[in-house]
């Protein structure tokens, strides 16, 4: 097996170490031979509902939710028994706009809610349900759940280390159910999260809409009260797991747009419900297909009707919950690019050992020896990264900056990684089905989903700027 030298830093624990090692154990037998599916949208949907069966049968699916969160409802008892593990996923958002709900911390003070997660603690393999941190879990900032950000992150990494689409929909189950984590009432989290937990229901997170991407505080949607009913019209499109999800927590408008005096959208009157795939008025308006095949929809909302029990916290505070959510899972999108990267840089030390040359191999020549000094390099830098943001996290530190670089560094450098081991493979680097092609298509959207890389440096340069501007 591998060596993963990086799990002996300071930023883990204990049972982050043995968690790490059992993902791997599981991943190597689930994907012996090479997990390939085929690429028509059949047979990705049908691979993703297997997977996300088998990620709960693992146990993996229960680091979606954190432990006390499944403790607290009596449901959660029947996912008990599996062995543990971690999730993960992200978001995007407006940051242009920086004040309230903007930026990567999730709308304003106390808000991270969630983050926090599981700081050190000498830790047993994994706690109760979603922490592997061991004891001493902290809560989450502002009072949310404590989602362990640095299992999340190493389960993703080794996820995608082996599998692209085990690595999606294991984020998925985060992602998609976080909103309700975070701010569900006791009944909508019993109803729903031990499930997302088991591997029983998928999850998805419905913000983006046709003209509103990362400029999200534009959303259309609209969400009126009628009785004991929310109605809700619009779209929504760019959505994971449309078309497979058994729900999907929208972020949609109770009050109109307010707009600022440059004519941007504030973030104020939007707010966030639980709408079940089979809800009256609600229908997959079409799927989208892309680069590295995964579910993915536009969705339609003609008078849908929700029960008003539905809402995901107070009107008004949709905004900063998906800030919230995607604050807690972006990191996980950094530990997913590396675990790319890496195999990209195995796949090229291994090709490089192997291809003759020149009457030597690849590997004997200079300018080989280069691109691979480059990518491990960078690799380890982002690693660094990520796991200093995720431990900080966990820590219940405000940790904007650092998960925004975390974020940016993993993704840009996996594509850099990546499309130097398909140059080193030659011609046959770009073959369907080789490991490396299949990476390159991998990585791509990482780049552009929770928070395109320019987003990301508005964050990093704000955070700065702000810091700056208090100094004087
Ligand atoms: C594969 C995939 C899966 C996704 N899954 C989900 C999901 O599950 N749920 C969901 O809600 N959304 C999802 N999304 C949507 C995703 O979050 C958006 O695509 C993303 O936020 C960018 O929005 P956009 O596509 O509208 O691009 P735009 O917002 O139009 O951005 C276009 C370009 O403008 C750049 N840009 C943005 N701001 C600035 C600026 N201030 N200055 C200069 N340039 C700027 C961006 O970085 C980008 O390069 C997914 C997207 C993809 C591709």
Same mark, same amino acid.
């Given at each position: ?5 990086? #799990? ?20 190597? *037998? ?5 997990? @390939? ?13 297997? /997977? +996300? ?14 432990? *006390?969160?499944? /403790?607290?409802?009596?449901? @959660? !008892?029947? =996912? ?13 958002? %407006? ?66 280390? !082996? ?17 309700? =984590? ?5 009944? $909508? ?19 983006? *809409? ?14 009126? #009260? ?5 109605? #809700? ?45 089979? @809800? ?10 892309? $680069?590295?095949? !995964? ?42 690019? /590396? ?7 195995? *796949? ?31 690799? %380890?830098?982002?690693? /660094?990264? =990520? ?12 940790? =904007? ?29 770009? +073959? !369907?089905?080789?490991? +490396? ?8 959207? #990482?780049? $552009? ?5 320019? +987003? ?17």
């Amino acid at each position: 097996m591998r060596t993963r030298d990086f #799990l002996e830093w300071p930023f883990f624990t204990p049972g982050h170490r043995e968690l790490a090692a059992r993902v791997d154990a599981w991943a190597f *037998e689930r994907f012996a031979g090479d997990g @390939a599916h085929a690429e028509d949208r059949a047979a990705v949907d049908a691979a993703c509902r297997e /997977l +996300v069966r088998d990620l709960g049968r693992g146990g993996w699916t229960r680091y979606s939710v954190p432990g *006390e969160v499944l /403790l607290a409802g009596s449901a @959660a !008892h029947r =996912t008990a028994g599996a062995s543990g593990s971690a999730a993960g996923g992200g978001g995007q958002f %407006d940051v242009a706009h920086g004040g309230s709900a903007a930026g990567g911390s999730a709308g304003g003070s106390g808000s991270a809610a969630g983050a926090g997660g599981s700081a050190g603690g000498s830790g047993s393999a994994v706690g109760a349900g979603g922490s592997a941190g061991g004891s001493g879990a902290a809560a989450g900032a502002g009072g949310g759940a404590a989602f362990d950000v640095r299992a999340l992150a190493l389960i993703r990494e080794t996820l995608a280390w !082996h599998n692209g689409l085990a690595d999606f929909a294991f984020a998925m189950q985060g992602l998609g159910s976080g909103a309700i =984590t975070l701010a569900g009432s006791p009944a $909508i989290k019993q109803k729903y999260l031990p499930r997302v937990a088991a591997g029983e229901a998928i999850a998805a997170f419905a913000l983006s *809409e046709p003209d509103a991407g990362s400029d999200v505080a534009a959303i259309k949607c609209s969400a009126r #009260l009628d009785g004991d009913s929310y109605v #809700l019209d619009g779209q929504k499109t760019w959505i994971s797991n449309g078309g497979i999800a058994d729900f999907y927590c929208v972020f949609a408008r109770t009050s109109p747009a307010e707009l600022r005096p440059d004519g941007s959208v504030t973030a104020r009157g939007i707010s966030a419900f639980v709408v079940d795939a089979n @809800a009256p008025g609600f229908s997959i308006a079409e799927r989208i297909d892309v $680069i590295a095949p !995964h579910p993915l929809a536009t969705l339609a909302f003609n008078g849908c009707r929700i029960p008003v029990g539905n809402r995901l916290g107070p009107e008004g505070d949709g905004f900063k919950l998906a800030m919230r959510t995607l604050d807690v899972f972006r990191t996980s999108v950094a530990g997913a690019a /590396l675990g790319f990267a890496q195999r990209a840089l195995d *796949e090229a030390l291994k090709q490089s050992l192997s291809r003759p040359m020149f009457g030597k191999t690849l590997a004997d020549l200079q300018l080989t020896q280069a691109a691979l000094a480059d990518m491990a390099t960078e690799i %380890d830098a982002a690693r /660094l990264q =990520t796991y200093r943001a995720a431990w900080l996290r966990d820590r219940g530190d405000t940790v =904007t900056k650092e998960v925004a670089m975390a974020k940016m560094s993993a993704t840009e450098s996996a594509q850099r990684a990546i499309d130097r081991a398909v140059q080193i493979f030659g011609g046959r680097g770009v +073959v !369907h089905g080789e490991t +490396v092609e299949h990476l390159y298509r991998d990585i791509r959207a #990482l780049r $552009i989903y929770e928070g395109a890389t320019e +987003v990301q440096k508005l964050i990093i340069a704000r955070e700065l700027l702000n810091a700056a501007r208090k100094a004087q």
